[in-house]
């Protein structure tokens, strides 16, 4: 159940018990089963009694399954600028933590609470892990997605998807190469005319993320 609990009756395991006079009581050696109990089989006693008190036992295997997935809420979609070493690091709200219902964003939920939580990350940062992303995980400029799976004992699993777009907001640097802005660049006109003829080092840029620059 969604509660992790489950109840066997004893309609659930009799298969038409009878008595000459009338059967009084009916009873079951464990009727109560939790999340404790998975995965695997369990011997359980059916037990029926007439009013003076004879009783009949059998044995019955009962197979304890969880097929209730769990849930999960991801976080959303994020936009981030790089930073030092034209990557993002240290991005908060992107890990993910049991909850409770209703679930926030980053968090999943199961009726039993043996989950194994793994992620994958594709595009482009690559990557893969268990538990949340660490906060050490650093992101390439353009668009990664990050898929989160959270698979409990019963084999049920649960995925969700966001996508991290790191942009890169630093402009290019001037190498020191020809005129810096603002330079005037002076020429005195030929003899005998009005023109001049200006020559120039053209400026060269780099940018160490999104090389190379167009100037």
């Excluded at 509660?3 to 009916?26: E, H, P, R, W, Y």
């Excluded at 790089?82 to 199961?110: E, R, V």
């Excluded at 023109?195 to 780099?206: C, D, E, G, K, R």
């Amino acid at each position: 159940a969604a509660n992790g609990q489950a109840t066997l009756t004893t309609a659930m395991v009799d298969d038409g018990s009878f008595d000459n006079c009338v059967l009084d009581t009916m009873y079951l050696s464990q009727s109560a089963f939790d999340c404790s109990h998975l995965p695997g089989t369990h011997m359980v006693t059916l037990t029926v009694e007439d009013a003076v008190g004879n009783t009949a036992t059998c044995t019955v295997t009962v197979d304890v399954v969880d097929n209730i997935a769990p849930q999960v809420l991801c976080p959303g979609n994020q936009t981030v600028t790089t930073n030092l070493g034209c990557k993002a690091n240290n991005l908060s709200g992107i890990g993910m933590s049991l909850g409770a219902s209703p679930l926030a964003p980053g968090q999943y939920f199961d009726n039993c609470t043996s989950n194994t939580v793994t992620w994958q990350l594709s595009g482009a940062t690559t990557g893969s892990g268990s538990a949340s992303v660490p906060g050490s995980q650093e992101f390439t400029t353009g668009v990664t997605n990050v898929t989160y799976t959270i698979a409990d004992a019963g084999g049920n699993n649960a995925v969700c998807n966001f996508s991290i777009n790191v942009t890169d907001n630093t402009p290019p640097t001037w190498d020191g190469n020809g005129p810096a802005n603002g330079d005037t660049i002076t020429v005195n006109a030929n003899l005998g005319g009005c023109l001049a003829q200006a020559t120039w080092t053209v400026p060269t840029f780099s940018d160490a993320c999104t090389p190379p620059v167009t100037v």
